[in-house]
Each structure stands twice: as structure tokens, then as C-alpha cells.
């Protein structure tokens, strides 16, 4: 009986053991399965793509989707984002994003503050915005390749701005200061293989250090003095000298539309006279008595009293008024 008794127990301590051991293999299937699941399957965003390693060596890139690879780390999968615009800070930081972006009160003027051509120095804030236009390069050709682009942007900027005067870069040079910096940038990262387009570099604020920011205020103002001064003269100048040069022009205009209508009468009336002379040189009797005629006909109007008088008329002093020029009656048989 202790036999049988020892038997059975020995039994029942057995059978515990064996459902360990196999909730333990169940348990280590299930993980493999759940690891094989997780690293076969892998998703691209749709702004990026996928570069795939096989033990550490590039085998090829796949597009936004869902894609299958290599199990247990045989090959890995980088998602690299190549539609997003990156963008690195310099002189300052972003502290909160937003409508109404928050800087961070962080000073750095290890990376802002540099000397200009004229031999100032300036405090230059600016961004830098670019694109990753090849994956691999991207991934494998430079080591650190943020670092080297900071290094990159800070090296082209300062030989930019040593190469400008300090007015050219606080007022009207910004524009092409960010321009040439970018085709700097753009040149040294292609000759890196960098895989890396630059979008842009904008220059968010050029100030002169702190401690000569009075002095630089006061010579601004003075210039900005100046260039009023000078577009209130040139406002002047530009309203008297136009009006003056108009009021030239048309009295020069009058004096030649004179000229040339004191020529042209004194050309038609020599012409009159000459074609007049003609025709009386060739009817003369007819035309001085057409000549007679027309003047008769123009003073005779005029004429208050008119005395006919005849040709066989030997005097004339009897046929005249002088009673009344004297006061007097007028003088009998006198005809009128």
C-alpha cells in the first residue's frame, strides 16, 4: 500500500511540471511570432520613404505604404522623410511653436556674432530651409549630416557677411546675403555627396551688438535725417523744374506758331500783291477801276455828307456849306 500510495504522488508532482513546461514553449512561440510579425512588417509614412539595410548594407528604398522585409534584424528599414521641408536655427532658438512664435531668451553668439568687410561687427540671426533629394547619400555618404550642414551654413554665412560693409547688411543687402549663403551651402554640400537640397536661408534679424546699439541708432537716425532731406529736395525739384522746363517749352511753342503765322501772312499777302500786280499789268484802265470801286465802296460808307458834283462845274466854293460851318444859314443854290 505505501508503495501504490508513493506512486501516485509521485504522479501528481510530475503532471504540474509538465503544464509548466509547456505554457513556458507556448509562451516563447507566441513571442517569436509576435517579434517575426513586427519585424517582417513595416509602414512608410507619405511623406517619407523607406531605405532598407541587409546587415547593415543598402539593398533598396520603398515608397509610402505597407512593405515586408527580412525577419529578426536580417534587414532594417530607415524612414527618411524626403517631401518635408527641415529647417535648422542659428543665433537662436525656438522655444514654443506657434501663431505667435516664442524665442528662447538663450544667448548665442558663438554662432551669431561676426565681423563684416568694413571691419564691425554685427549680431545675424537666420534659418536655414532644406530637403533630403537623395535617401542613400543622405544616409550613408556623411556622417552627421545635421552637424555638417550647421558647420556648412555657419562657414558660408560668415565668408558672405565678411565680404559686405555693415550698412549693406543691417538695411538693403538681407535679401542677397541669404541668396548667396544658400549657393554656398548648396556648392560644398554637393561636393560632400550630401544628398541634401537647399531650399532657402533667411535672415531673421541683423543687429549690432548690444553695448553699440545707442551709437548705431543715433548714426541710423541721422542717415534716415539725410534721406529725408534729400527726397523733400528732389520732391522740389522734381515740381519746379518740370513746370519751368513746360512753361519754356510753351513759350518757345507760341513764339514759333507766331513766326510762322507772321510768315505765312506776309507770304499771302506778297503773293496777293504779286498775283494783283499781274492782273493789273495786263488790264491796268480795268483794274484801277475795280481798285477805285472796291475802295469807294468801303470808304463812301463812312462818309457823313456827300457832294455830287458836275464836271462842268467850274468851282466848287458856292456848293459848300459855309453858312453853317459859320452858324449861319446855309448858302442858296447850293446842291446836295
Known amino acids: 500500500m505505501d508503495f501504490e500510495k508513493n506512486s501516485i504522488e509521485d504522479y501528481l508532482r510530475k503532471i504540474p511540471r509538465r503544464k509548466k513546461g509547456g505554457f513556458i514553449l507556448i509562451g516563447i512561440s507566441v513571442i517569436i511570432i509576435i517579434i517575426f510579425f ?20 543598402y539593398t533598396r528604398t520603398t515608397q509610402p505604404g505597407l512593405h515586408l522585409k527580412l525577419p529578426f534584424g536580417i534587414e532594417k528599414a530607415t524612414k527618411v522623410p524626403v517631401t518635408r521641408i527641415l529647417s535648422q536655427e542659428f543665433g537662436f532658438r525656438t522655444a514654443k511653436p506657434g501663431i505667435r512664435t516664442i524665442r528662447s531668451k538663450q544667448t548665442l553668439l558663438n554662432e551669431s556674432l561676426m565681423l563684416t568687410g568694413d571691419l564691425n561687427v554685427v549680431v545675424v540671426e537666420w534659418i536655414v530651409q532644406y530637403k533630403i533629394k537623395d535617401p542613400k547619400a543622405y544616409l550613408f555618404n556623411v556622417r552627421h549630416v545635421d552637424e555638417t550642414i550647421r558647420d556648412v551654413s555657419e562657414a558660408a554665412m560668415r565668408q558672405v557677411v565678411g565680404d559686405r560693409s555693415v550698412d ?42 548690444d553695448p553699440v546699439k545707442p551709437a548705431f541708432n543715433s548714426v541710423n537716425e541721422a542717415k534716415q535725417e539725410k534721406e529725408q532731406t534729400i527726397n523733400e529736395a528732389m520732391k522740389e525739384y522734381n515740381t519746379i523744374i518740370p513746370k519751368s522746363k513746360g512753361e519754356a517749352e510753351r513759350t518757345i511753342k507760341e513764339a514759333e506758331g507766331y513766326a510762322i503765322d507772321r510768315i ?47 464836271e462842268s462845274e467850274q468851282g466848287v466854293l458856292q456848293l459848300l456849306p459855309l453858312g453853317e460851318l459859320n452858324g449861319s444859314s446855309p448858302a442858296k443854290g447850293g446842291k446836295q
Not at 499781274?278 to 477801276?289: E, I, P
Open 38 to 57: 513586427v519585424t517582417t512588417f513595416y509602414s512608410v509614412g507619405t511623406e517619407s520613404v523607406g531605405v532598407i539595410q541587409r546587415f547593415g548594407k
Open 168 to 209: 549693406g547688411v543691417l538695411t538693403i543687402e538681407r535679401i542677397q546675403v541669404g541668396e548667396e549663403t544658400a549657393e554656398k551651402m548648396q556648392e560644398i554640400l554637393d561636393s560632400y555627396n550630401a544628398g541634401i537640397h537647399i531650399v532657402t536661408v533667411k535672415l531673421q534679424d541683423v543687429n549690432p551688438p
Open 264 to 310: 505765312n501772312r506776309a507770304e499771302g499777302d506778297a503773293s496777293r500783291f504779286v498775283n494783283l500786280w499781274r492782273q493789273y499789268s495786263k488790264a491796268k484802265d480795268v483794274t484801277r477801276r475795280r481798285i477805285y470801286m472796291e475802295s469807294m465802296a468801303k470808304v463812301f460808307p463812312k462818309v457823313e455828307r456827300k457832294y455830287i458834283i458836275d
